[in-house]
């Protein structure tokens, strides 16, 4: 049963739940970008290309014969793929970029000093304090 308690409370951490919940919506992104590659993109620019259907282009490596299947190299399919990587790293990218500018914004937040430095023996003391605690110069 301590198993049991030690895996539930390990699956329940915030940090586990929120990796699960961002690989779904990953998953799912993947597929919007994949549609939108095969969909979208590609079939107009087939179209300036000559009508050429990206997922058909192959390069047979050796014919069809009684006893064996094709061997092809499916390049079309390839070049989707690249195209998919591409957008999902590109969005990725902007993501992180826009995350990272929030944080910037909280760290452009700088606290006002408390302390300030002892001409005389260069030690830190406080803004209000008329005289050096290290040395005992008037300040």
């Known amino acids: 049963m301590q198993i049991l308690k030690e895996f539930k409370e390990f699956a329940m951490r915030g940090n586990v739940v ?40 192959v ?20 070049i989707n793929t690249i195209l998919d990587f591409t957008i999902v790293a590109f969005a990725i990218f902007m993501l992180i970029k826009q995350m990272n500018r929030l944080k910037k914004k909280e760290e452009a937040v700088i606290a006002e000093p408390t302390t300030k430095e002892c001409p005389h023996c260069c030690s830190a003391i406080p803004l209000k304090a008329v005289r050096c605690p290290q040395c005992t110069s008037e300040l």
């Open 18 to 57: 929120d990796m699960a919940i961002g690989i779904i919506i990953g998953s799912a992104f993947g597929k919007i970008v994949s549609s939108l590659v095969q969909d979208v993109i590609m079939p107009p620019i087939g179209l300036i290309m000559g009508n050429v259907d990206f997922s058909n282009l």
């Open 59 to 78: 390069l047979t490596l050796r014919e069809k014969s009684e006893t064996a299947e094709a061997i092809t190299l499916k390049y079309g399919v390839f």
